[in-house]
């Protein structure tokens, strides 16, 4: 019996080319482009936690910059004072009278307490994420129920957290020395005392659950601008870097993506949204911060000269009353008092941005020079 043997040249037992791995190809020898090898990520490591580095520290840089601007601004807004700071021209001459008759920790008063409450704000909407499964975290383009579900996670955080934001806010505008110094954890104490009615009582103290729910839905407010804004400004960004590469007829490569382009679109949108936000919410701000403060006894500054403490007597019946008589009696220009005070904030904060833009741009050209010399 004759075996038939199978030639290489027959269809059945030639070989088929399989990817661009192969080096066989019916007809013609395969071409297969050179590929690189991988690069080592040892010369990118500095540059790498250099921008890093600069991201995450320009975040608190701001937080720290921004307090005493914050501090300025809220006085003024309790100031019963004729001066309204609405331009920052005013801001600094009263700036000035009240460093001369206070230690410099008095433009940081309350600002451990405001971290210790954004901390422990954080640590309320992780443990409702565990318990609820509700997004800690969506995109625009998550489906409605999400958003909603994410919408409801964060008020509910800002109502539980809404005690403790309000007495940190006491903290950071009663006058510095006229008042006794709190403790560090006395904000946590005083927020429960005053919830459950076992604090100094007066006849005009707002009670403090009328003022949860005021206050949850006007910080949600205040991030819900927030984050439109910054998606809006990131969109626009990455819209008009697109345009850019497309009219250099250029695509995006290893070298391109430094880390200026990566992190410093997102601080923009940061600083615009956050200012965005602020401008926004600032007439609902004064209202309600008028109504924490009101019945307290606490002495604060004299927003006009900066020479003595005054005491605040507000007699507001809830939030309309207040609305209505600050337009009444003060007129307009009354819910923006200490506006000024924001405008330098910005500005500050703008300048801390464009220094930030420089550090990021000398790492990135760090990068193309590594990489450049790696291809040479």
């Given at each position: ?20 791995d ?65 331009t920052p ?10 460093s ?18 954004r ?30 579900f ?7 955080g800002?109502?539980?957290c ?7 806010y006491?903290?950071t505008?009663q006058s ?33 659950w009328?003022?949860l ?21 990131l969109?626009?960004?990455t ?6 590469e ?10 391109k993506?430094t880390?200026?382009?990566?992190i ?6 940061n600083?615009v949204s ?5 401008i926004?919410?600032?007439p ?10 009101q019945g307290t006894?606490v002495?604060?500054?004299n927003?006009?000269?900066?020479r ?8 507001y019946?809830?939030i ?14 009354a ?15 703008f300048i ?14 760090g ?5 450049a010399a790696?291809?040479?």
């Amino acid at each position: 019996m004759s075996e038939k043997f199978e030639t290489f040249d027959s269809p059945r037992r030639k070989p088929q080319a399989s990817g661009s791995d192969s080096l066989l190809y019916s007809g013609s020898h395969q071409h297969v482009p050179y590929q690189r090898p991988p690069e080592p990520k040892q010369a990118d490591q500095f540059p790498k936690a250099a921008g890093a580095v600069i991201g995450h520290a320009s975040v608190w840089i701001f937080e720290t910059m921004a307090h005493p601007f914050i501090v300025f601004r809220r006085s003024c807004q309790i100031s019963p004072g004729s001066t309204y700071h609405l331009t920052p021209f005013t801001v600094p001459t009263v700036g000035f009278q009240l460093s001369r008759n206070k230690p410099p920790a008095w433009v940081y008063k309350g600002f451990i307490s405001s971290l210790l409450t954004r901390g422990i704000n954080m640590l309320t909407e992780n443990v409702l994420n565990e318990v609820t499964n509700w997004p800690l975290a969506v995109s625009v383009y998550s489906s409605l129920k999400k958003q909603c579900f994410h919408l409801l996670l964060k008020w509910t955080g800002y109502l539980l957290c809404a005690p403790l934001y309000i007495t940190s806010y006491v903290e950071t505008v009663q006058s510095f020395g006229a008042n006794d110094s709190p403790s560090l954890f006395e904000f946590l104490t005083e927020g429960c005392s005053r919830l459950f009615g076992r604090t100094y009582q007066h006849t005009w103290m707002v009670p403090m659950w009328t003022l949860l729910v005021p206050t949850a839905t006007f910080r949600l407010c205040h991030y819900g601008v927030q984050q439109v804004t910054s998606h809006l400004v990131l969109r626009y960004l990455t819209e008009e870097k697109q345009a850019t590469e497309m009219q250099d007829d250029s695509s995006v490569d290893y070298v391109k993506q430094t880390h200026h382009e990566q992190i410093y679109p997102g601080l923009v949108a940061n600083f615009v949204s956050f200012l965005v936000a602020d401008i926004v919410m600032f007439p609902c701000e004064t209202v309600l911060h008028r109504l924490y403060i009101q019945g307290t006894r606490v002495l604060t500054d004299n927003m006009d000269h900066g020479r003595e403490v005054l005491g605040v007597h507000f007699r507001y019946n809830g939030i309309f009353d207040c609305f209505w008589q600050i337009l009444r009696d003060e007129g307009m220009n009354a819910f923006f008092r200490g506006f000024g005070a924001l405008m330098l904030q910005y500005s500050c904060h703008f300048i801390g941005l464009r220094l930030i833009s420089y550090a990021l741009e000398s790492v990135s050209v760090g990068m193309k020079r590594n990489v450049a010399a790696r291809k040479r």
